[in-house]
């Protein structure tokens, strides 16, 4: 290998790349062989967890220092208030998101509340109404079939990532972004950087469990089929971003409104902080595709301060009881550059040599942690349908 394959996205690698002796030891293949996750979101946790449990010596590298990705609890608000940045609905047929969530241990509350008035425009002008027209309102922005049902764990979403991680321990490796893929045959070699430099660990089996917009920057030699790289390099992500107005108290309460609303720009208005302790309040906006693209365009004052007129409407008392705000684009995440998939393709999840492909938009239910889940179930069977015809 020359040096110019170790150079990726402008880091001159000054250093050769150097298998640990760490990472050298646990080369000794476990039961079921050893298989080395990129990515530590959910679908990349529930197959490392799952095989795990079967005995594979599983390597999670998770370029970031927290595992969730999408599934981000934001919690730096006053009064021990928080937050869910990504994920924070839990649809009632979602089982395995369910089927986690409970494994766990972890309680669920209802997402949206059956007391007081929630709030719409009706011709530019605001109206207090009841759940089935706000229901029927927000179907513009997406379709709220059984929300009635809707839930979200207690203490923030990314406690369930973090369950996972915590089952994991030391095999989830933080901080660790992979850089470039080399599959063989039979087995995989990957390098990632820690703390500046290169390192190369080898595996019999490879999960990538990272947004096509993530596999694209990295180098993979030999290349994937063509079709794969076709649909990497295709690959597109729809914006979202979330504002979030931190306030000194729940003042919405005084007038019987729940803090529930839907406004302009097709944007979802949330009080996230319904059902938390506290006295805090977070309102929460939320906006998708060219709304959340123009609103990543402003500086995050502007963000703010946007936000904030346009909850005046609802929300006349807000900036007496303004604390802060603070903004998520997720189409700026340098980890996934979107908000979800836009688009899937049968020839992205069909494996190549020995690497296998999860992630929500690798799913039936893109968007959702039901799909990432359900990906990264799916890799497992594969590995171990894989495993044993190796086997045979
Ligand atoms: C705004 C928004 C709202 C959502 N709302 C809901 C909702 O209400 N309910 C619901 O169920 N779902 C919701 N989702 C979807 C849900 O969050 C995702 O489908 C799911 O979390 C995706 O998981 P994943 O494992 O596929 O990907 P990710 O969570 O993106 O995980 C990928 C991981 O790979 C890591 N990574 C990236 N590049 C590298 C690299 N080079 N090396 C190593 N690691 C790397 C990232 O840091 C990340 O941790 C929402 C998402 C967003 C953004």
């Known amino acids: 290998m020359n040096r110019r394959q170790f150079i990726y996205s402008g880091l001159v690698a000054a250093s050769t790349a150097v298998v640990s002796p760490r990472f050298a030891s646990a080369q000794v293949s476990s039961g079921g062989g050893r298989v080395i996750v990129i990515g530590g979101g959910l679908a990349g946790l529930v197959a ?12 999670v590298l998770e370029a970031q220092e927290r595992p969730g990705g999408r599934v981000l609890t934001v919690r730096d608000f006053g009064d021990g208030v928080y937050a869910d940045a990504g994920a924070a609905r839990i649809p009632s047929d979602h089982d395995l998101t369910l089927k986690y969530v409970n494994e766990f241990g972890l309680p669920l509350i209802p997402f949206y509340p059956t007391q007081g008035k929630f709030m719409r425009l009706a011709n530019g002008m605001v109206e207090q109404t009841d759940w089935d027209k706000f229901r029927d309102a927000t179907r513009f922005a997406m379709g709220l079939g059984d929300a009635d049902h809707w839930q979200k764990i207690k203490g923030g979403n990314d406690l369930l990532p973090k369950a996972f991680a915590g089952r994991l321990k030391e095999k989830v490796r933080y901080g660790t972004p992979v850089v470039k893929i080399e599959p063989t045959q039979n087995r995989v070699t990957v390098t990632f950087r820690e ?11 490879l999960v990538s469990a990272v947004p096509f917009t993530m596999l694209a920057k990295m180098e993979i030699s030999p290349a994937f089929s063509a079709a794969k790289m076709e649909a990497i390099r295709t690959a597109g992500m729809t914006s979202a971003s979330r504002v979030f107005i931190e306030t000194k108290r729940r003042f919405w309460l005084d007038r019987g409104v729940n803090g529930f609303a839907f406004g302009d720009d097709f944007a979802e208005i949330w009080n996230s902080t319904f059902g938390e302790p506290g006295t805090h309040g977070i309102v929460q906006t939320y906006v ?11 500086s995050e004052t502007d963000r703010v301060a946007t936000t904030v007129a346009k909850l005046k409407k609802f929300f006349p008392e807000i900036d007496a009881n303004l604390v802060k705000g603070r903004s998520k684009c997720w189409s700026e995440d340098p980890w996934v550059l979107g908000a979800w998939a836009n688009n899937g393709s049968s020839a992205g999840q069909r494996r190549e040599a020995n690497v296998f492909f999860a992630g929500e938009h690798l799913s039936n239910h893109g968007s959702w942690m039901q799909g990432a889940l359900e990906s990264g179930l799916r890799v497992v069977n594969e590995i171990k349908t894989a495993r044993q015809a190796a086997a045979a």
């Open 48 to 59: 490392a967890y799952e095989l795990n449990k079967l005995r594979y010596d599983v390597t």
């Open 195 to 205: 703390r500046d430099k290169l390192q190369a660990l080898d595996g019999d089996f």
């Open 288 to 298: 998708r595709g060219g709304y959340s693209a123009a609103l990543g365009q402003l």
